[in-house]
T-cell receptor, first 112, second 113 residues
Framework: GESVGLHLPTLSVQEGDNSIINCAYSNSASDYFIWYKQESGKGPQFIIDIRSNMDKRQGQRVTVLLNKTVKHLSLQIAATQPGDSAVYFCAESDNAGNMLTFGGGTRLMVKP | SAVISQKPSRDICQRGTSLTIQCQVDSQVTMMFWYRQQPGQSLTLIATANQGSEATYESGFVIDKFPISRPNLTFSTLTVSNMSPEDSSIYLC??????????FGPGTRLTVL
């Protein structure tokens, strides 16, 4: 399939380690944030979201942290597995509309 | 969650021609969107497909180049008109009940020669 993320920043981690993927946003009016995972040849897959009235939200093996003071978002993946290898995008929106603005993306590579 | 399919999954086209991409959702949704993703890049919103009215285009995208239809709450089409090699990209459809939890189709990989 088509490769995604050929020119994106890459994070390489050992299988079983924890991964932290970071995202900076610029719109101080953004109040809703989503992390997506995109595997090669596929569309983005929803992972987890968080609203601006929260600073942390946990899912299965994933945690999203939001720091509104410095406009920073992170995705933590516990016990990273080979199946986690993909490109990860953050997206944000504000209550002015329904559109999402996507960040640049990070490619996660998991070494066995 | 909504399941979204796109047709065709990929195509190779000659410059100057047009291609229509179809997006089908397995349930009625309020919002449908079209994105472009160039190789190694992030997603850029082309337009919001509004049911029963004209699409809303983002800066840099115009209706003459990317006409969009949305005849009902489960279907939309995007046409890439008068194609040039610069239009080679992945085109993605997404759908959802507003900005929350937008679900994406698998994408259409377009190559223009």
């Amino acid at each position: 399939g088509e490769s995604v993320g050929l020119h994106l920043p890459t994070l390489s981690v050992q299988e079983g380690d924890n991964s932290i993927i970071n995202c900076a946003y610029s719109n101080s009016a953004s109040d809703y944030f989503i992390w997506y995972k995109q595997e090669s040849g596929k569309g983005p897959q929803f992972i987890i979201d968080i609203r601006s009235n929260m600073d942390k939200r946990q899912g299965q093996r994933v945690t999203v942290l939001l720091n509104k003071t410095v406009k920073h978002l992170s995705l933590q993946i516990a016990a990273t597995q080979p199946g986690d290898s993909a490109v990860y995008f953050c997206a944000e929106s504000d209550n002015a509309g329904n559109m999402l603005t996507f960040g640049g993306g990070t490619r996660l590579m998991v070494k066995p | 969650s909504a399941v979204i399919s796109q047709k065709p999954s990929r195509d190779i086209c000659q410059r100057g021609t047009s291609l229509t991409i179809q997006c089908q959702v397995d349930s009625q949704v309020t919002m449908m969107f079209w994105y472009r993703q160039q190789p190694g890049q992030s997603l850029t919103l082309i337009a919001t497909a509004n049911q029963g009215s004209e699409a809303t285009y983002e800066s840099g995208f115009v209706i003459d180049k990317f006409p969009i239809s949305r005849p009902n709450l489960t279907f939309s089409t995007l046409t890439v008109s008068n194609m040039s090699p610069e239009d080679s990209s992945i085109y993605l459809c997404s759908a959802g009940q507003g900005r929350n939890e937008q679900f994406f189709g698998p994408g259409t990989r377009l190559t223009v020669l």
